[in-house]
């Protein structure tokens, strides 16, 4: 009898589920899907939990769920977003949130932090400021050393191993959009867009990676943009890079089409983006990433 299709390296932080035998050049990772909220953020927070949760990429880490038994590993941090943001440089930090001057070290003029989502953010998605008074520079260098670094360490390494086995590496950093981002930077006559895709116009991957993946979309029956309004992270701009054998896909799935955003609930439209997975892995997964 076959034992079982996959293995989980799980730890407080994250989770990595590694096929049996890794069989495409793909890794898949879900950074902003987890939902173990510290019960003393919960604490120090002015906002409910349920608040908190809209910063989630909710329930993206299912959707992919079939990718080690389609042959790639799917990495999925635990942590929530709202504590710390994996998809930011190690240091971008609010000056604002805290009483003591920071490190030369900090980025705090990026427009994330501008935003006030920066590693650790201030606000939710929606605006809502997290936090009643200022942190501890130590409480928040903390949490980027025990939940920042070592989902990185976790996706380095996956990066690496599949590099040396296949020559080359796909990234599929795994993301949701809240309905209502087509109306951020984009002109409100043209229709909504159930997936957008993000390459750092061109400079993450090879043009033949994000083709393929729209078209495999866009046969499922979704409407796919390109890096409007989201080109990609910090994820994909930090690996990206197509001449050494590394590529990046950002992909951002509109909330609208599998969950209840104001409950946080899934939908009946995650079966059918789940369904769609195994044709867009198996897609990717052929096609020439070596660089010439």
């Known amino acids: 009898m076959d034992g079982p299709a996959h293995t989980s390296e799980i730890c407080e932080t994250h989770e990595v589920l590694r096929p049996r035998r890794q069989s495409l050049p793909l890794v898949v990772a879900s950074p902003h899907s987890g939902s173990s909220y510290p019960a003393d953020f919960l604490a120090r927070s002015r906002l409910d939990p349920?608040?908190?949760?809209?910063?989630?990429?909710?329930?993206?880490?299912?959707?992919?769920?079939?990718?080690?038994?389609?042959?790639?590993?799917?990495?999925?941090?635990?942590?929530?977003?709202?504590?710390?943001?994996?998809?930011?440089?190690?240091?971008?930090?609010?000056?604002a949130m805290f009483d003591e001057p920071l490190p030369d070290y900090v980025n705090s003029a990026s427009p994330r932090v501008a935003a006030g989502l920066g590693t650790v953010a201030r606000v939710v998605a929606n605006g809502a400021e997290i936090y009643s008074g200022?942190?501890?520079?130590?409480?928040?260098?903390?949490?980027?050393?025990?939940?920042?670094?070592?989902?990185?360490?976790?996706?380095?390494?996956?990066?690496?191993?599949?590099?040396?086995?296949?020559?080359?590496c796909l990234l599929l950093d795994c993301h949701s959009m809240p309905s209502n981002a087509q109306n951020w930077g984009r002109d409100p006559r043209l229709p909504a867009m159930d997936i957008v895709l993000g390459d750092?116009?061109?400079?993450?991957?090879?043009?033949?990676?994000?083709?393929?993946?729209?078209?495999?979309?866009?046969?499922?029956?979704?409407?796919?943009g390109r890096n409007k309004p989201y080109s990609g992270g910090y994820v994909t701009r930090h690996y990206g890079r197509p001449r050494e054998g590394?590529?990046?896909?950002?992909?951002?799935?509109?909330?609208?089409?599998?969950?209840?955003?104001?409950?946080?609930?899934?939908?009946?439209?995650?079966?059918?983006?789940?369904?769609?997975?195994?044709?867009?892995?198996?897609?990717?997964?052929?096609?020439?990433?070596?660089?010439?």
């Open 50 to 95: 349920l608040m908190l949760r809209r910063s989630e990429d909710s329930f993206v880490d299912e959707i992919f769920a079939a990718a080690p038994e389609l042959g790639a590993p799917l990495l999925r941090a635990l942590f929530p977003r709202a504590y710390v943001d994996p998809n930011r440089e190690p240091y971008e930090l609010d000056p």
């Open 246 to 292: 590394l590529h990046c896909l950002q992909i951002e799935i509109n909330r609208r089409l599998y969950m209840d955003e104001t409950r946080i609930q899934r939908g009946a439209g995650l079966k059918k983006l789940a369904d769609m997975v195994p044709d867009l892995l198996a897609g990717l997964g052929r096609l020439p990433l070596a660089p010439s």
């Open 134 to 168: 200022k942190l501890d520079l130590a409480e928040a260098l903390e949490r980027i050393e025990r939940c920042y670094r070592p989902y990185h360490e976790a996706l380095a390494c996956l990066l690496g191993e599949t590099r040396q086995r296949f020559g080359a």
């Open 200 to 224: 750092c116009h061109g400079a993450a991957c090879a043009p033949e990676v994000t083709q393929c993946a729209v078209e495999v979309l866009s046969a499922a029956g979704y409407r796919v």
